[in-house]
């Protein structure tokens, strides 16, 4: 596995925090915290020069919920690979859940700007439409968001029902009409459709439902 396959790197190099944090961010993926922990502290008095070494360890600390060190490690993150956006992206979705307003304001600018990078748009407005739903909501923001974001090549299924109950929420006279289009759509995906039902279920609209699965 690629656990496996990182672990042997790592016994091979033991002093290389990039291999280290590798390791770590493998075993986070399997939910092996502890290992990920402990192959992070074998290099810490190593690892601050490292970008992958801090971006690691502010995945383990979000994880256990410590968002000041999350924060602290992605910051330096950005700093030793200015030109990774997904530090970037990373860094700015820990501020904007910052009590600081300044935090907060710079974390939506960054977004704001990793929106015109294909490879993070999604992941930035889908950021900034739960910063905006969570804190701001301000019903023409929410709606170009999630519209922009079911519009991206690269957006999930999620994405499309995410705008599909914001429509519900806002009572936009677009609900029905996009309804109708997801319906067709869903229909060729086993996923689609049956997330389509549970989300028509949970959202009071089961008659509805049971028409669609009629047709």
């Not at 739903?133 to 968001?145: K, M, S, T, V, Y």
């Amino acid at each position: 596995t690629a656990l496996e396959w990182r672990r042997k790197i790592v016994n091979i190099q033991p002093t290389a925090p990039d291999d280290a944090a590798a390791l770590a961010i493998a075993a986070l993926q399997f939910n092996e915290t502890e290992m990920a922990q402990k192959t992070l502290e074998s290099v810490a008095s190593i690892g601050s020069e490292s970008a992958v070494y801090h971006a690691a360890v502010a995945q383990l600390a979000e994880l256990k919920k410590q968002h000041s060190e999350a924060e602290s490690h992605w910051q330096n993150a950005v700093r030793l690979d200015p030109s990774n956006v997904n530090y970037q992206l990373q860094h700015a979705i820990v501020l904007i859940r910052s009590e600081e307003l300044f935090k907060r304001a710079t974390g939506r600018a960054t977004l704001e700007q990793l929106r015109n990078d294909p490879k993070c748009r999604a992941a930035a407005t889908r950021a900034l439409l739960s910063d905006s739903i969570n804190n701001r909501p301000d019903a023409p923001r929410l709606l170009q968001l999630g519209k922009e974001l079911q519009g991206y090549a690269e957006a999930t299924f999620n994405d499309r029902i995410a705008y599909l109950n914001l429509l519900k929420v806002l009572q936009d006279p677009a609900f029905f009409s996009y309804l109708t289009e997801i319906e067709k759509d869903a229909i060729s995906k086993a996923s689609d459709l049956a997330m389509l039902f549970s989300w028509m279920k949970s959202s009071g609209m089961s008659l509805l439902a049971v028409d669609f699965a009629r047709t």
